[in-house]
């Protein structure tokens, strides 16, 4: 954990934001394949990434990613079937996976459809295999921000955000729900801090009161101060890409170009 400061991206429009990141991408993952010779990435879920991987699912993009050398994991997932609409595993093969030529044995999912606590359990145990005795497993998280503050599926509140809060040693848990289909399964604050890089992709009016909450300093008994997204302190580098309607609400002494 460090607290070098974030880098703040602004571009006029969820399509030029989704290029900024792409190339935040590109960039990590010849990084990665030249360093290790394999590129890892956590996957965000929800609506908002749909720009990002139709981008590099394109023609212009779909041959700038060492594709055959990368592993794809997700940074959460909803306790639904693969082909649910509302899999998160489901919306990027979609747009994406189906799209380029990643391996299939490269395509970690979560098994949400095993339940909470199992497929909790499976994907901690998928992640220390993959990554080796000591070693971080994700080279770059891509994570988004809801509007109560929560980034993968650490929602305030809620049993997950509180073991995480707690600084457990997981890098996955069990986010259980009463409601049917509400149970997730969420990276740890631990695995994202792991990665080298860490990108916010944020797009969207409703999203710029957060952002700006999330830009300033939280004062250490403030009500932001624990929100769980800005918890999020990566060793490495963190960048919050936003279209100019997410970041419309920005501090004036936070530097974006």
Do not use: Q
Request: with cysteine; charged share 25%; proline share 8%.
């Amino acid at each position: 954990m460090t607290d070098r400061p974030a880098e703040w991206i602004v571009r006029a429009s969820p399509e030029e934001a989704a290029a900024a990141a792409a190339e935040r991408l590109g960039a990590a993952a010849r990084e990665a394949v030249e360093a290790r010779g394999r590129f890892a990435v956590a996957l965000s879920g929800g609506s908002t990434p749909g720009v990002l991987f139709e981008l590099l699912a394109s023609r212009a993009w779909s041959g700038r990613l060492p594709w055959e050398r990368t592993h794809v994991f997700w940074s959460d997932e909803r306790c639904v079937p693969p082909d649910h609409p509302d899999s998160n595993y489901g919306m990027a093969a979609r747009t994406l996976l189906c799209h380029v030529p990643v391996p299939a044995a490269h395509v970690h999912r979560i098994r949400g459809e095993e339940g909470a606590v199992a497929a909790a359990d499976t994907y901690e145990e998928e992640l220390r295999g993959f990554a080796g005795a000591g070693a971080a497993p994700l080279d770059v998280v891509l994570l988004g921000v809801g509007t109560d503050g929560h980034t993968a599926s650490l929602f305030p509140g809620s049993e997950a955000e509180r073991r995480d809060a707690a600084g457990t040693t997981r890098r996955v848990l069990p986010n259980e729900a009463e409601t049917p289909g509400a149970a997730r399964v969420t990276l740890t604050t631990k695995a994202i801090d792991e990665a080298p890089v860490v990108l916010f992709f944020v797009t969207g009016a409703a999203k710029s009161e957060i952002v700006a909450r999330l830009a300033r300093p939280a004062a250490p008994d403030g009500p932001d101060a624990d929100l769980p997204a800005g918890r999020i302190r990566p060793a490495g580098r963190l960048a919050w890409i936003l279209d100019a309607a997410a970041a419309a609400d920005l501090p004036l002494d936070v530097r974006v170009r």
